[in-house]
């Protein structure tokens, strides 16, 4: 029995849901290689890291005619990670330039209105789980900016933060308030008020 994963689209990271469930040690993480390993001697093709799996990387066979045609599927995908990052930032995928380190932060800060998104995850779950920015920033000025850091206990010592992922809102280089916690899809409309209340 086999399990197959479209490694274009998983960020193949040790926190692989289907690792932590698959029940006979089939799927598992090579830290030597630092990535995914499939033993599918292990696999009983039982599903369950093909349901766990929240943006369909892992796929599995019941036969070798469905392994075939799974992995055909999986060739012609023409889907990269950076199409993920699109779908959820806009136009252009997610680049350097919104990724800065903490370090770069206030140089950053201009009188401009920025959001800084602080997460400590940078896995396809915190992207996954995160509301896209474009739709949080479409009524904002159109110089806003918007970053993200992955943060230490230094920062979130520095800024009081509680629970993360958050949402760090300057202007005038002054901390005017922030968001924390993940906000999905159906409390979109939550958040922005949220943050209409602590820029207006
Ligand atoms: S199908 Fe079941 S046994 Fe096979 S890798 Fe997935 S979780 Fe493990």
Known sequence: MSVLIN?????????????????????????????????????????????????GAIRVAQTDEEYAKLQKEIDDD????????????????????????????????????TLVECYEDDSIQCLLSSIPIKEITSNMPSDTKFYKISISDDT??????????????????????KVEGVYSNEQKEELISKIKEIIE
Request: overall charge negative; hydrophobic content about 30%; some cysteine.
């Open 78 to 113: 023409p889907r990269t990670t950076k199409d993920l990052f699109v779908d959820r930032y806009g136009a252009v995928p997610l680049s350097e330039f919104f990724m800065i380190e903490e370090n770069e932060l206030d140089g950053k800060l201009t009188e401009s209105l």
């Open 156 to 177: 979130k010592t520095k800024y009081d933060i509680k629970e993360l992922p958050t949402l760090l809102i300057f202007r005038n280089k002054e901390l005017l308030g």
């Open 7 to 55: 490694f274009k689209i998983c960020d193949n990271a040790p926190e692989c849901g289907g690792i932590a469930i698959c029940p006979t040690g089939a799927l598992s993480w090579d830290e030597e290689n630092e990535t995914i390993k499939i033993d599918n001697d292990k696999c009983i093709s039982c599903g369950s890291c093909e349901r766990e799996c929240p943006i």
